[in-house]
């Protein structure tokens, strides 16, 4: 049984105990302070959790548990392009499965993961509002739409160099 | 007046209390609804209540749905019915649910026999489990930790056992993960048990109704040590294990098996069958005699005197400081347990007595505990890599060693343990239960105190199975404030005041397991029934009334060990074998510049 050595840097240390603290340190507002922690690096690593728990003074594994039930909470950071794939029904039923798995094959990652260089990660949405242009496609703040599996590689190179 | 409401289980009327479940009320009626998740430890205080695996519905008049007997409860003319075909049908196929993922290697699993899911399913006349074709079966990586086995794979999702390590331990170290098919029970980021916090309790094991969370098992290891001409193997016996190993063997809960046990490890080809109870009379003389010097200075008003001073024969206990109150680990007493004790003395003096070179000596301890397994492996408690205890193993790893040499401990006549490390007094025997060891303690420091002689020895102000107790003693005039904690979840309690400075108590006795060792991670398993430990509890209590020598400083062989080897207690030799130290276990942040 070896001492847990958390390492972070002191900024973000600070920041974990500030957004706690202005929950009141209180344990009822895990879910929050943990949606605030992620807005805030974009993920939940294992350490922020750590930080989380000694402030609260919940168990870790308890924070774990809580952030592997919740699909909106994640450990893996996003890509430096998020690519989002919505899946609401308008864009499924055009074929948006058919385009998500060329993008799985393209990038070589599964959805709620993020490519080794740390450029892409893969998710899907529900309906984001633009059924007219399914199936739609994110990459980061841009909006594709009528995407076709066969769109896909040139998608992605508008993000290489 | 407590309001009641009457209610029609099975065609027969019952009246029970307002908020009764219609669980508890159709046991009133002798009507066994069947339950996996559920759990009660009644006297213990402990609820499992998670109304998630659905086996224990009935139906209700009136109710479109099918009820979860375990948290509905009862109303003023209800109309229970238990075993309609709708309800049968209804159990049968949350069973076939539930078995339809779980592995089928009941064969060698090691809770097979006394496993909950495979009586359910026995119970249940379950015979084919439908769409195997199409299921797939649970996978999830084996985790081996010095003290519990995790198999998760087997988890049904009960959460029995985070209920313990949390709500009861307040430890933490498991939650349940994820969810749907991929939910399960794990320390946080589904690291190994071992880098968590936990203490080796063994709460979880002990309740975990499938073979999910169990023990390290190492009858193996004790088997070849047995087998090996070569070694010396010795066996000490912890008090709790005699009030609880014939259960086993079907004897009725509270049977003392002393005699026949001491008779079946002979049989097994252990060459000196000894007594932990003669190295917990040993702690007392040590913890009592710290317990007396920090007393005596703190009431000559030595403010670097601390107090009070806390028990330290637990080592899931001593685990859980470490953890989590390293900043008072000045607090409790040096002593080791007795345990060690007992391996330290048997590697030294007793080696030395039969001219055996410790290399050659095995010291296997039975144990009701699985924080026993991790503490013998510790460091500290090894001399040039050679441990001063080689194995220990559970009452119920006993139990199955016993079965497998075909000994039947019912028939065996009694027998002695051996000289001079199997003696004991009542004071060592009452280890096992909560209070006990307080208890022990006061019994030989009231003497040492006062120079009085003792009038009454049963202290019953410090018995019973309240979490947390507390009584004051008369040392002659002097009032010495105790308190008494068993499961973790208590110790914090009493620990958050000695940390904030609050704590009144002179000494403070700590258990972790509720009920004390009788009710340790490693004794045979209660499957939710409290009526079983306290049945051991009364069974310590009468070993102890038996004894004709039941004060620690008057056991003759720990008299002649200070004589011929340790001089006296707290001496430096005493110091060197029986004392330890503990260490900072808490989680640090690092900032990185
Ligand atoms: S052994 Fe005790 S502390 Fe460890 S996981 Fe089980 S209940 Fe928790
Ligand atoms: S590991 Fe055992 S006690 Fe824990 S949830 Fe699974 S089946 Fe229940
Ligand atoms: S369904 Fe995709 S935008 Fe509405
Ligand atoms: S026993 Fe009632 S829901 Fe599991």
């Given at each position: 049984m070896?001492?847990?050595?958390?390492?972070l840097?002191?900024?973000d240390?600070?920041?974990?105990?500030?957004?706690?603290?202005?929950?009141?340190?209180?344990?009822?507002?895990?879910i929050?302070?943990?949606?605030?922690?992620?807005?805030?690096?974009?993920?939940?690593p294992a350490?922020?959790?750590?930080?989380?728990?000694?402030?609260?003074?919940?168990?870790?594994?308890?924070?774990?548990?809580v952030?592997?039930?919740?699909?909106?909470?994640?450990?893996t950071?996003?890509?430096?392009?998020?690519?989002?794939?919505c899946?609401?029904?308008?864009?499924?039923?055009?074929?948006?499965?058919?385009?998500?798995?060329?993008?799985?094959?393209?990038?070589?990652?599964?959805?709620?993961?993020?490519?080794?260089?740390?450029?892409?990660?893969?998710?899907?949405?529900?309906?984001?509002?633009?059924?007219?242009?399914?199936?739609?496609?994110?990459?980061?703040?841009?909006?594709?739409?009528?995407?076709?599996?066969?769109?896909?590689?040139?998608i992605?190179?508008?993000?290489?160099? | 007046?407590?309001?009641?409401?009457?209610?029609?289980?099975?065609?027969?009327?019952?009246e029970?209390?307002?908020?009764?479940?219609?669980?508890?009320a159709?046991?009133?009626?002798?009507?066994?609804i069947?339950?996996?998740?559920?759990m009660?430890?009644?006297?213990?205080?402990?609820?499992?209540?998670?109304?998630?695996?659905?086996?224990?519905?009935?139906?209700?008049?009136?109710?479109?749905?099918?009820?979860?007997?375990?948290?509905?409860k009862?109303?003023?003319?209800?109309?229970v019915?238990?075993?309609?075909?709708?309800?049968?049908?209804?159990?049968?196929?949350?069973?076939?649910?539930i078995?339809?993922?779980?592995?089928?290697?009941?064969?060698?699993?090691?809770k097979?026999g006394?496993?909950?899911?495979?009586?359910?399913?026995?119970r249940?006349?379950?015979?084919?489990i439908?769409?195997?074709?199409?299921?797939?079966?649970?996978?999830?990586?084996?985790?081996?930790?010095?003290s519990i086995i995790?198999?998760?794979?087997?988890?049904?999702?009960?959460?029995?056992?985070?209920?313990?390590?949390?709500?009861?331990?307040?430890?933490?170290?498991?939650?349940?993960?994820?969810?749907?098919?991929?939910?399960?029970?794990?320390?946080?980021?589904?690291?190994?048990?071992?880098?968590?916090?936990?203490?080796?309790?063994?709460?979880c094991?002990?309740?975990?109704?499938?073979?999910?969370?169990?023990?390290?098992n190492?009858v193996?290891?004790?088997l070849r040590?047995?087998?090996?001409?070569?070694k010396?193997?010795?066996v000490?016996?912890a008090?709790a294990?005699?009030?609880?190993?014939?259960?086993e063997?079907?004897?009725?809960?509270?049977?003392?098996v002393?005699g026949?046990?001491?008779?079946?490890?002979r049989?097994?080809?252990?060459?000196?069958?000894?007594?932990?109870?003669?190295?917990?009379?040993?702690?007392?003389?040590?913890e009592?005699t710290?317990?007396?010097?920090?007393?005596?200075?703190?009431?000559?008003?030595?403010?670097?005197?601390?107090?009070?001073?806390?028990?330290?024969?637990?080592?899931?206990?001593?685990?859980?400081?470490?953890?989590?109150?390293?900043d008072?680990?000045?607090?409790?007493s040096?002593?080791?347990?007795p345990?060690?004790?007992?391996?330290?003395?048997?590697?030294?003096?007793?080696a030395d007595?039969i001219?055996?070179?410790?290399?050659?000596?095995?010291?296997?301890?039975?144990?009701?505990?699985?924080?026993?397994?991790?503490e013998?492996?510790?460091?500290?408690?090894?001399?040039?890599?050679?441990?001063?205890?080689d194995?220990?193993?559970?009452t119920?790893?006993?139990?199955?060693?016993?079965?497998?040499?075909?000994?039947?401990?019912?028939?065996?006549?009694?027998?002695?343990?051996?000289?001079?490390?199997?003696?004991?007094?009542?004071?060592g025997?009452i280890?096992?239960?909560?209070?006990?060891?307080?208890?022990?303690?006061?019994?030989?420091?009231?003497?040492?105190?006062?120079?009085?002689?003792?009038?009454?020895?049963?202290?019953?102000e410090?018995?019973?199975?309240?979490?947390?107790?507390?009584?004051?003693?008369?040392?002659d005039g002097?009032?010495?404030?105790?308190?008494?904690?068993?499961?973790?979840?208590?110790?914090?309690?009493?620990l958050?005041?000695?940390?904030?400075?609050?704590?009144?108590?002179h000494?403070?006795?700590?258990?972790?397991?509720?009920?004390?060792?009788?009710?340790?991670?490693g004794?045979?398993?209660?499957?939710?029934?409290?009526?079983?430990?306290?049945?051991?509890?009364?069974?310590?209590?009468?070993?102890?009334?038996?004894?004709?020598?039941?004060k620690s400083?008057?056991?003759?062989?720990?008299?002649k060990?200070?004589?011929?080897?340790?001089?006296?207690?707290?001496?430096?030799?005493?110091?060197?074998?029986?004392h330890?130290?503990?260490?900072?276990?808490?989680?640090?942040?690092?900032?990185?510049?």
């Amino acid at each position: 049984m070896s001492t847990i050595k958390i390492e972070l840097r002191e900024q973000d240390v600070a920041k974990i105990r500030e957004i706690c603290a202005s929950f009141n340190n209180d344990p009822q507002e895990l879910i929050n302070v943990l949606h605030k922690c992620q807005q805030h690096f974009g993920y939940l690593p294992a350490e922020v959790q750590e930080v989380v728990s000694a402030e609260l003074t919940v168990p870790v594994a308890k924070i774990y548990g809580v952030v592997t039930f919740y699909s909106f909470f994640t450990m893996t950071p996003k890509g430096k392009y998020p690519v989002s794939i919505c899946m609401g029904t308008a864009c499924y039923v055009r074929g948006a499965e058919k385009v998500l798995d060329e993008f799985r094959k393209e990038l070589g990652i599964q959805v709620g993961e993020t490519t080794k260089d740390g450029k892409f990660s893969l998710s899907s949405l529900r309906c984001v509002g633009a059924c007219g242009l399914a199936p739609v496609v994110l990459v980061g703040e841009k909006t594709y739409g009528r995407v076709a599996p066969d769109d896909v590689k040139g998608i992605l190179k508008d993000y290489e160099q | 007046m407590m309001e009641t409401v009457k209610l029609n289980i099975d065609n027969r009327e019952v009246e029970v209390q307002k908020g009764t479940t219609i669980l508890k009320a159709a046991k009133e009626l002798g009507i066994e609804i069947p339950t996996l998740c559920y759990m009660h430890l009644h006297d213990l205080n402990i609820e499992n209540k998670p109304g998630g695996c659905r086996i224990c519905v009935a139906e209700v008049q009136g109710r479109r749905n099918l009820a979860p007997t375990c948290s509905t409860k009862c109303e003023e003319g209800m109309v229970v019915k238990t075993h309609t075909t709708r309800v049968l049908n209804a159990r049968r196929t949350v069973m076939e649910f539930i078995l339809s993922d779980h592995p089928k290697d009941c064969l060698i699993c090691p809770k097979s026999g006394t496993c909950e899911l495979q009586d359910m399913a026995h119970r249940l006349g379950i015979r084919e489990i439908p769409g195997q074709e199409y299921a797939e079966v649970s996978t999830y990586r084996k985790d081996t930790s010095p003290s519990i086995i995790r198999e998760l794979d087997k988890c049904i999702m009960c959460r029995r056992c985070e209920t313990m390590c949390n709500d009861v331990q307040t430890v933490g170290a498991l939650s349940a993960i994820n969810r749907g098919f991929m939910a399960t029970v794990a320390p946080a980021f589904e690291q190994n048990l071992e880098h968590s916090t936990c203490t080796y309790c063994g709460q979880c094991v002990a309740v975990c109704p499938t073979g999910a969370l169990t023990e390290v098992n190492h009858v193996p290891q004790v088997l070849r040590a047995l087998a090996d001409p070569s070694k010396t193997v010795i066996v000490q016996t912890a008090p709790a294990v005699r009030a609880a190993l014939g259960e086993e063997f079907g004897m009725p809960a509270g049977t003392l098996v002393t005699g026949k046990m001491a008779a079946a490890l002979r049989s097994l080809g252990f060459d000196y069958v000894f007594d932990t109870d003669f190295a917990a009379d040993l702690t007392i003389m040590e913890e009592g005699t710290e317990l007396l010097d920090r007393l005596g200075r703190h009431l000559k008003g030595d403010s670097s005197a601390r107090i009070p001073i806390l028990t330290s024969c637990c080592p899931g206990w001593v685990n859980f400081f470490e953890h989590y109150f390293p900043d008072l680990k000045d607090v409790p007493s040096t002593a080791k347990s007795p345990q060690q004790m007992f391996g330290a003395i048997a590697k030294t003096y007793f080696a030395d007595k039969i001219g055996v070179n410790r290399k050659d000596l095995v010291v296997v301890s039975i144990m009701p505990c699985l924080a026993k397994k991790y503490e013998c492996q510790r460091d500290e408690f090894s001399v040039d890599n050679n441990p001063d205890v080689d194995f220990s193993i559970s009452t119920r790893e006993l139990a199955t060693f016993i079965k497998q040499a075909n000994i039947d401990l019912n028939n065996l006549q009694d027998e002695d343990f051996d000289a001079p490390l199997g003696e004991s007094t009542g004071a060592g025997v009452i280890f096992g239960a909560t209070g006990g060891v307080i208890e022990a303690a006061c019994r030989t420091a009231y003497e040492l105190y006062t120079g009085k002689k003792l009038e009454r020895l049963d202290f019953t102000e410090l018995r019973g199975m309240e979490g947390v107790r507390e009584a004051t003693l008369d040392f002659d005039g002097t009032p010495i404030r105790i308190g008494i904690a068993h499961g973790l979840g208590n110790a914090r309690k009493l620990l958050d005041d000695v940390r904030s400075g609050t704590s009144t108590f002179h000494a403070i006795e700590v258990m972790a397991c509720p009920g004390g060792c009788i009710g340790g991670g490693g004794q045979p398993l209660h499957h939710g029934n409290s009526d079983i430990i306290k049945a051991r509890a009364t069974a310590i209590y009468a070993e102890d009334r038996k004894k004709p020598l039941r004060k620690s400083h008057e056991n003759p062989f720990i008299i002649k060990l200070y004589e011929e080897f340790l001089g006296k207690p707290n001496s430096e030799k005493a110091h060197h074998l029986l004392h330890t130290h503990y260490f900072d276990k808490k989680k640090k942040i690092i900032v990185k510049q």
